[in-house]
């Protein structure tokens, strides 16, 4: 249940028809994600997610990557409106990373943690104001989904069935009912979609 706070817990995924969240190439396997993620649709679904939000969640691995790209996106002026935005907040924002092997972050305004994800939501969400916003990052999903923490799943759905590589939803899941309370389809047959956990 939300606390007296009344933080939201947000995450955002995108995933491929069969519920991939990277291809079978592995972690980094985003071929089939590659020709939508600029699209106008996306843009504009990813402003209205961090746009609440005032803390972000990153494993390790899409922190490095994140915090490896999108500060220089922030600079540059011939940048989309759109990705600086996202760039700049991301750069600014309270940021907490997952991790069981960094000692210490190497970027501002950031934390390590190493610690289970539902622990530290309930932590962040006893305190502060803002949506805690999981940014794509499944490692800090999936616990948050088990344990019945996220109020809100902004999801993208591409077009193409990748085949292999790893899911969202696995098995084992405890039953949940959802609430859909946006949704656009863009040119290329993307989908972006939110839903609410129903409480």
């Known amino acids: 249940m939300t606390s007296s706070t009344?933080?939201?817990?947000?995450?955002?995924?995108?995933?491929?028809l069969d519920g991939r969240y990277n291809g079978p190439g592995g972690p980094g396997d985003f071929g089939a994600f590659a020709p939508y993620v600029t699209s106008?649709?996306?843009?504009?679904?990813?402003?209205?997610?961090?746009?609440?939000?005032?803390?972000?969640?990153?494993?390790?691995?899409?922190a490095e990557g994140?915090?490896?790209?999108?500060?220089?996106?922030?600079?540059d002026e011939n940048a989309d409106?759109?990705?600086?935005?996202?760039?700049?907040?991301?750069?600014d924002t309270e940021k907490v990373v997952f991790s069981t092997t960094l000692t210490e972050a190497p970027w501002e305004r950031t934390r390590v943690v190493n610690a289970p994800a539902a622990d530290v939501v309930a932590e962040l969400k006893a305190t502060g104001e803002g949506d805690i916003?999981?940014?794509?990052s499944a490692s800090?999903?999936?616990?948050?989904?088990?344990?019945?923490?996220?109020?809100?799943?902004?999801?993208?759905?591409?077009?193409?069935?990748?085949?292999?590589?790893?899911?969202l939803f696995d098995d084992g899941l405890p039953a949940s009912k959802w609430?859909?309370?946006?949704?656009?389809?863009?040119?290329?047959?993307?989908?972006?979609?939110?839903?609410d956990r129903v409480r």
């Open 6 to 16: 009344g933080r939201r817990v947000t995450a955002n995924l995108s995933l491929t």
């Open 40 to 62: 106008e649709v996306a843009r504009d679904h990813m402003t209205g997610i961090w746009e609440g939000a005032t803390t972000a969640l990153l494993g390790r691995i899409n």
């Open 66 to 75: 994140f915090l490896g790209y999108w500060p220089s996106v922030a600079e």
């Open 81 to 91: 409106p759109r990705d600086r935005g996202y760039a700049k907040w991301l750069v």
């Open 133 to 136: 916003l999981v940014n794509s």
């Open 140 to 167: 800090i999903i999936k616990p948050l989904l088990s344990a019945d923490l996220l109020d809100r799943l902004n999801l993208m759905i591409f077009p193409e069935i990748a085949g292999g590589g790893r899911r």
């Open 179 to 195: 609430t859909l309370t946006h949704q656009e389809t863009g040119e290329l047959g993307e989908i972006a979609m939110v839903y």
